[in-house]
């Protein structure tokens, strides 16, 4: 009987450190959001942050763009129900551009867990403040390198998945940037007007230099305007590029005047690779010699 009882607490006792056990291994299964299997949440400002991090994450990722489609992220301002989302995320991907700067203080302060990357870390702006740094497949390759640093860092158990999925990123970004080179080459050295100033990366990486319509993120005057008609003359410009987030009344302005015409540019596209190659082609095919 003596060795019955010994027998029922040595039973009883291994339950009860393997029931222990079972609930730090639980416990310590929520301290990272993939380690239940779950996708790391990632909150990006544009939508063209959500393709560079897909094409790193990506089926370990879920991305949510703050900014959508038309909208512009210079005056964008998040919904209430936005920032309840960001308390979920465990990440979110900061770009520098003019209305993260008014909220991120208050899209930190909503999830104090969340890690935040800044992708232009690394980048030397041009003015010391243009954010456009999405628009240069050669400063997309830093950018990448700070997604992934941030992604491994949450969610390091599928760091060599990341790895091969930014490297594979980057050797599309080198052939994206040849292939636009070639397609800008015969353009090379060439003026273009755009009402928002949008394209200063693209044009210094291409050898192009944009004359923007825009004066501070205002409307030109009319002394303003007839300055922009003036040198559009003087160096043969026939298009004004317009962005779909901003008004063409300007650029319609100027493209009556000089008998020219006003053609779309999309710099916020989410298929941004595509999207570059067709930008590239439509300036090459309008800045030709007619």
């Avoid at 779950?38 to 393709?51: D, E, N, T």
């Avoid at 936005?82 to 308390?87: E, N, T």
């Avoid at 298009?239 to 650029?251: L, N």
């Avoid at 302005?253 to 916020?268: E, W, Y």
Wanted: aromatic residues 8%.
């Amino acid at each position: 009987m003596k060795v019955h009882l010994e027998t029922l607490v040595v039973v009883f006792g291994t339950l009860i450190v393997l029931a222990l056990a079972l609930n730090l291994a639980g416990c310590t299964s929520t301290a990272t959001p993939t380690a239940a299997g779950g996708k790391v949440r990632v909150v990006v400002s544009i939508l063209p942050q959500a393709y560079f991090v897909e094409r790193i994450g990506g089926d370990r990722v879920e991305v949510t763009v703050m900014v959508p489609p038309g909208a512009s992220p210079a005056t964008y301002e998040p919904t209430a129900g936005q920032m309840r989302d960001l308390s979920q995320a465990d990440v979110y991907v900061r770009i520098r551009v003019p209305f993260e700067e008014a909220w991120m203080d208050k899209i930190a302060a909503a999830n104090p867990g969340m890690l935040i990357v800044d992708s232009s870390a690394g980048i030397e702006r041009i003015g010391g403040k243009d954010p456009h740094i999405w628009l240069s497949p050669r400063l997309v390759k830093v950018q990448a390198e700070n997604i992934y640093q941030g992604l491994i860092e949450v969610d390091p158990e599928h760091a060599g998945f990341y790895a091969q999925n930014k490297e594979q990123f980057v050797a599309d970004l080198d052939a994206l940037d040849a292939e636009i080179a070639e397609t800008l080459a015969g353009v090379k050295g060439k003026k273009f007007m755009v009402f928002h100033p949008a394209w200063s990366y693209f044009a210094r990486d291409y050898g192009l230099e944009q004359i923007p319509v825009e004066v501070e993120g205002k409307e030109p005057s009319a002394a303003e305007l007839a300055e922009l008609i003036e040198t559009a003359k003087t160096n043969d410009i026939e298009v004004i590029f317009v962005s779909p987030q901003f008004s063409t009344r300007s650029a319609e302005t100027i493209a009556r005047q000089i008998g020219g015409k006003v053609v779309f540019v999309d710099p916020l596209a989410r298929d941004w690779m595509n999207n570059l190659r067709s930008v590239a082609r439509t300036l090459a095919q309008e800045m030709k010699e007619k």
